[in-house]
């Protein structure tokens, strides 16, 4: 049994005039049989399709539609039985966000049998038709007009959401108060947010002239810290020293990521970067403070004691052991009224509430 798309190809290479050689004249019914088979063909391909298509003579009726024109534009049965492309027009109209436009763009096609063009319909409903428009030729004879849609809803619905993310990350990157920037693997900078050029000094262009090793005070910490970055494809507050556009070094920590291309290869890395300078510095001097603290009260003649707020003891400087006779280890946990002597207790207690108050 032959397909269908072999009967269609029969069809197209038979001569109306007869038969070669031997061959036998196809009779009328075979010829209509055949004829029959083709348009079935092209009917299922029609119907097959994504598009809308509706096919207009140049007297203005509908020759041909598909299933899918039908249902995108949802118009009447009588429309669609009648075949009259004005009054399916008008009927469309009555969908669209601008009418007016619509029937006028539709009505200079058809004008000119010989345009050929695109645009994009705006449907009341929200839906977004994507249009196309060309002559429709037998031969070289133009005897109508094709005309094409195609459905652009969800594709336009997710670019509006691609666009409205993007807006909401730029904002996010613009505005944040921690300084974030986008390099690519050999160090060029692709992006960096005002928090960035501030830390740094620089302005935009500067920044995108610079790499980011330039960035390092010590150029070797930048190769450091690549090799750490992309052997665990992040790091989180990873130490280094930068310097700023004036000179000034900066101890900063880096949280980092890796981003890749579709093939997974790291294309570059991304982050954020704080300047923890002034917060190091503190720390030192409280614990230079407190190495000082500690070594005067281990040197005090006087006996010096820590309590919690409950009045356990949590110190007692080495004097106690000469002049109390308690090793520290010993009292280390206890309640300090444990070592005041009954009598004065009440007083202690007193003088303790006193304290805490």
């Given at each position: 049994?032959?397909?269908?798309?072999?009967?269609?190809?029969?069809?197209?290479?038979?001569?109306?005039?007869?038969?070669?050689?031997?061959?036998?004249?196809?009779?009328?019914?075979?010829?209509?049989?055949?004829?029959?088979?083709?348009?079935?063909?092209?009917?299922?391909?029609?119907?097959?399709?994504?598009?809308?298509?509706?096919?207009?003579?140049?007297?203005?009726?509908?020759?041909?539609?598909?299933?899918?024109?039908?249902?995108?534009?949802?118009?009447?049965?009588?429309?669609?039985?009648?075949?009259?492309?004005?009054?399916?027009?008008?009927?469309?109209?009555?969908?669209?966000?601008?009418?007016?436009?619509?029937?006028?763009?539709?009505?200079?096609?058809?004008?000119?049998?010989?345009?050929?063009?695109?645009?994009?319909?705006?449907?009341?409903?929200?839906?977004?038709?994507?249009?196309?428009?060309?002559?429709?030729?037998?031969?070289?004879?133009?005897?109508?007009?094709?005309?094409?849609?195609?459905d652009l809803t969800e594709r336009v619905r997710a670019e509006v959401e691609l666009r409205s993310s993007e807006k909401r990350y730029r904002s996010l990157f613009e505005d944040s108060r921690q300084a974030i920037y986008l390099t690519t693997k050999d160090g060029s900078f692709i992006d960096a947010n005002p928090a960035m050029l501030a830390m740094f000094g620089f302005d935009r262009e500067e920044m995108a002239s610079l790499n980011a090793t330039d960035l390092y005070v010590d150029p070797r910490a930048r190769a450091a810290f690549r090799h750490a970055v992309e052997h665990r494809g992040s790091v989180v507050k990873y130490p280094v020293k930068l310097r700023a556009k004036d000179g000034t070094e900066m101890e900063c920590l880096l949280s980092?990521?890796?981003?890749?291309?579709?093939?997974?290869?790291?294309?570059?890395?991304?982050?954020?970067?704080?300047?923890?300078?002034?917060?190091?510095?503190?720390?030192?001097?409280?614990?230079?403070?407190?190495?000082?603290?500690?070594?005067?009260?281990?040197?005090?003649?006087?006996?010096?004691?820590?309590?919690?707020?409950?009045?356990?003891?949590?110190?007692?400087?080495?004097?106690?052991?000469?002049?109390?006779?308690?090793?520290?280890?010993?009292?280390?946990?206890?309640?300090?009224?444990?070592?005041?002597?009954?009598?004065?207790?009440?007083?202690?207690?007193?003088?303790?509430?006193?304290?805490?108050?």
């Amino acid at each position: 049994m032959s397909s269908d798309s072999d009967e269609w190809e029969h069809f197209g290479t038979m001569s109306s005039s007869g038969s070669s050689g031997s061959d036998p004249v196809p009779t009328t019914s075979e010829v209509e049989d055949q004829l029959r088979r083709a348009l079935a063909v092209l009917r299922s391909a029609l119907d097959a399709t994504v598009d809308g298509i509706l096919v207009v003579d140049l007297e203005g009726n509908m020759v041909s539609f598909n299933r899918q024109f039908a249902d995108m534009w949802g118009l009447s049965e009588e429309v669609l039985r009648e075949r009259d492309h004005e009054a399916a027009l008008r009927e469309a109209a009555e969908l669209v966000r601008d009418p007016d436009g619509f029937l006028q763009r539709t009505r200079d096609m058809i004008a000119d049998p010989e345009a050929r063009g695109a645009d994009i319909v705006e449907l009341a409903d929200g839906r977004v038709f994507e249009r196309f428009s060309q002559p429709h030729r037998m031969g070289d004879e133009i005897v109508g007009r094709v005309w094409s849609f195609r459905d652009l809803t969800e594709r336009v619905r997710a670019e509006v959401e691609l666009r409205s993310s993007e807006k909401r990350y730029r904002s996010l990157f613009e505005d944040s108060r921690q300084a974030i920037y986008l390099t690519t693997k050999d160090g060029s900078f692709i992006d960096a947010n005002p928090a960035m050029l501030a830390m740094f000094g620089f302005d935009r262009e500067e920044m995108a002239s610079l790499n980011a090793t330039d960035l390092y005070v010590d150029p070797r910490a930048r190769a450091a810290f690549r090799h750490a970055v992309e052997h665990r494809g992040s790091v989180v507050k990873y130490p280094v020293k930068l310097r700023a556009k004036d000179g000034t070094e900066m101890e900063c920590l880096l949280s980092s990521t890796v981003w890749v291309d579709g093939d997974g290869e790291i294309q570059g890395y991304q982050g954020i970067i704080e300047n923890v300078t002034e917060r190091n510095r503190a720390e030192r001097a409280l614990r230079e403070n407190e190495r000082k603290f500690r070594s005067l009260i281990e040197r005090a003649s006087d006996t010096i004691t820590l309590l919690d707020h409950d009045g356990l003891i949590r110190y007692v400087s080495p004097s106690w052991g000469r002049v109390l006779g308690y090793r520290p280890e010993d009292v280390a946990g206890k309640d300090f009224l444990e070592l005041v002597h009954a009598d004065d207790r009440p007083l202690a207690l007193h003088e303790f509430g006193y304290l805490r108050a």
